[in-house]
């Protein structure tokens, strides 16, 4: 699993390498749409490519718009779904959602009806996020909020993050769909609680901003099995970061999930703001941002990049 025996040799050579494959992908953007259903997205470069790697020393090596910042969007739906089972254990979330790719894009409903019980098929869909929303402890949105983005900061290291006031607002005035969804999970007695009020909490931690660096470090602590391997702290249970990276292999690139496997072979997730974050399993976290999506709604110059990358190194766990 890589070429090189220890990630010092391997950065050494990717500070060479990496910028010359990066402009190979990001010349892929210009068939990619930025999305806009959430519309202060559509503001981001269509040309920008970022990534950042880091191993367990801290060494890292960037190539491209790494200074861009962005929202997680969807790469927060691994981390909400890690504190809610620290918040709740695993019967109690499993209770809710399942375990299964759905084969369906990330915001659709379609399963809900059709197959019962009417539980979300799987945390990384927008169904099964909402109802993950519900279950982050705390005494109201605000609380629950905080908690999850004080969570988000310890894992990156970056006191500083903050939500996008921006987006989330943009977000919350435009999402009549995952509106829906929530009313129709309520009905059927899977969510609890106002649906305003979890829909908050949903929408803010979609709209925590970072860099590439932020998830690289999150990445990171996903890599070495919950502990920050530069700080020393345990950060999540072993087991509930086991559960998560099986989850982004089998659902972390939407319905994409089963060809990224096979094309890169890495644990993974994306965002529609074009971010991806995925880590080399004791070895490195790798952040990246590429605004331009593919018609799965996955960065398309930065799958390519990945691509290049885990065969050029030999990186598929599989
Ligand atoms: N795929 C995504 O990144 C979706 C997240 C976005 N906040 C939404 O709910 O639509």
């Known amino acids: ?5 220890n990630t010092k040799d391997e950065l050494d050579s990717l500070k060479e390498r990496l910028p010359k494959w990066l402009e190979a992908s990001k010349s892929l953007s210009t068939g990619g749409k930025v999305a806009s259903y959430i519309p202060e997205l559509s503001k981001a470069p269509q040309q920008a490519l970022g990534i950042h790697i880091i191993d367990a020393s801290g060494d890292s090596v960037s190539a491209g718009d790494c ?7 969807s790469i927060s739906k691994v981390f909400t779904l890690l504190l809610a089972l620290m918040d709740n254990g695993e019967k109690a979330v499993f209770d809710k959602v399942g375990m299964e790719p759905t084969g369906d894009s990330f915001n659709s409903m379609l399963k809900l009806e059709l197959v019962q019980p009417g539980i979300p098929f799987n945390p990384l869909i927008n169904a099964g996020a909402i109802v993950i929303s519900s279950l982050i402890a705390g005494s109201g949105p605000d609380e629950k909020a905080e908690r999850t983005l004080q969570f988000f900061r310890s894992l990156s290291g970056n006191e500083r993050l903050q939500f996008d006031l921006a987006v989330y607002q943009s977000e919350s005035e435009t999402a009549d769909l995952n509106r829906s969804m929530a009313y129709f999970l309520k009905d059927n007695g ?4 106002n649906v305003h009020d979890v829909l908050d909490v949903y929408f803010r931690h979609c709209s925590v901003q970072a860099q590439c660096a932020d998830l690289a470090r999150m990445a990171l602590v996903l890599a070495y099995d919950g502990t920050d391997p530069i ?7 072993r087991r509930y970061v086991q559960i998560a990276k099986t989850f982004m292999v089998t659902c972390g690139m939407y319905n994409a999930s089963g060809e990224f496997a096979i094309e890169v072979g890495l644990p993974a997730k994306s965002g529609v703001s074009g971010g991806i974050l995925t880590l080399v399993p004791g070895r490195y976290g790798i952040g990246l941002i590429g605004p331009a999506l593919n018609p799965k709604g996955n ?7 990945l691509e290049t990358l885990s065969k050029e190194l030999d990186w598929s766990l599989f």
């Open 67 to 73: 200074g861009l910042s962005f929202t997680m969007q």
């Open 190 to 193: 899977v969510l609890e609680g």
């Open 231 to 237: 700080t020393g702290v345990n950060l999540v249970p």
């Open 1 to 5: 699993m890589s070429n090189y025996a």
């Open 299 to 305: 960065s398309i110059s930065g799958v390519h990049l």
